[in-house]
């Protein structure tokens, strides 16, 4: 478990991070807060459903899916608008793009790392 949950981070990161850059971020505090608001947002949604998979089933790990990745794109949204010098892209819609990249990245990419 603990494996899958370094996997997932540092990936995440990495997605996030290059997307960032891609989208014009380059101040190194900026690049800080992603990384923050990753490793407090990713640990939850990359651990709870796999334990709601297997005690409880698919269903409520879809479900809780859900739930998680709303939260998570909530609270890097409010440590963006909080922290962020970047302004080209408003919080919520960079909180959006960045979280869509790398779970679409993440979802083409699990069955090659795992």
């Keep these: 478990m603990a494996y899958s949950l370094a996997v997932c981070l540092a990936l995440t990161l990495i997605f996030?991070?290059?997307a960032a850059f891609v989208l014009g971020v380059?101040?190194?505090g900026d690049f800080f807060y992603i990384f923050f608001a990753n490793v407090f947002t990713n640990p939850p949604v990359s651990t709870i459903p796999l334990y709601l998979s297997v005690r409880c089933g698919l269903i409520y790990r879809n479900?809780?899916?859900v739930i998680l990745e709303i939260f998570a794109l909530?609270?890097?949204?409010?440590?963006y608008r909080r922290f962020l010098a970047y302004?080209?892209?408003p919080p919520f819609l960079l909180s959006l793009i960045l979280n869509a990249f790398s779970y679409a990245a993440g979802f083409l990419l699990g069955?090659?790392?795992f």
């Excluded at 909530?74 to 440590?79: K, N």
């Design 26 to 28: 380059r101040e190194k």
């Design 87 to 89: 302004k080209k892209i």
């Design 74 to 79: 909530f609270a890097e949204y409010f440590i």
């Design 16 to 18: 996030e991070m290059f």
């Design 111 to 113: 069955p090659y790392v």
């Design 63 to 65: 479900i809780s899916l």
